[in-house]
């Protein structure tokens, strides 16, 4: 059992940065994807940006440039440097993790709100 604890949002102005944490427990392993997350109001969850077990990344093309996703696995957590936070970035942020370094994601967070005004 992996359990996936996010924090870090808020409400913020436009313009303006968070950074958001996600503090992974349990059997947990630095041979995983993780990935962050995020769901607005009446809208389907979408990807933000992902991370593989070898710390290369990828983002979905509204937040490359303003986003940035890094882990470690000293501390077993995961973090989304967000900046020049837009009134669209606001959601859910959630994070998530695989089981066996197949891009399954078999755990999630109970997500972090992030609020931008």
């Known amino acids: 059992q992996v359990q996936l604890v996010e924090s870090g949002g808020g409400s913020v102005q436009a313009g303006g940065s968070l950074r958001l944490s996600c503090v992974a427990s349990?059997?947990?392993?630095?041979?995983?994807?993780m990935g962050w997350f995020r769901q607005a109001p009446g809208k389907e969850r979408d990807w933000v940006a992902l991370?593989?077990?070898?710390?290369?990344?990828t983002y979905t093309a509204s937040v490359k440039g303003r986003f940035r996703i890094s882990k470690s696995n000293a501390e077993n957590t995961l973090y989304l440097q967000m900046n020049s936070l837009k009134s669209e970035d606001t959601a859910l942020y959630s994070c998530?993790?695989?089981?066996?370094?197949?891009?399954?994601?078999?755990?999630w967070g109970q997500g972090t709100q992030v609020t931008v005004s």
């Open positions: 998530a993790t695989d089981r066996f370094d197949d891009w399954d994601f078999g755990y």
């Open positions: 991370i593989d077990s070898l710390g290369r990344t």
């Open positions: 349990g059997a947990t392993s630095s041979s995983v994807c």
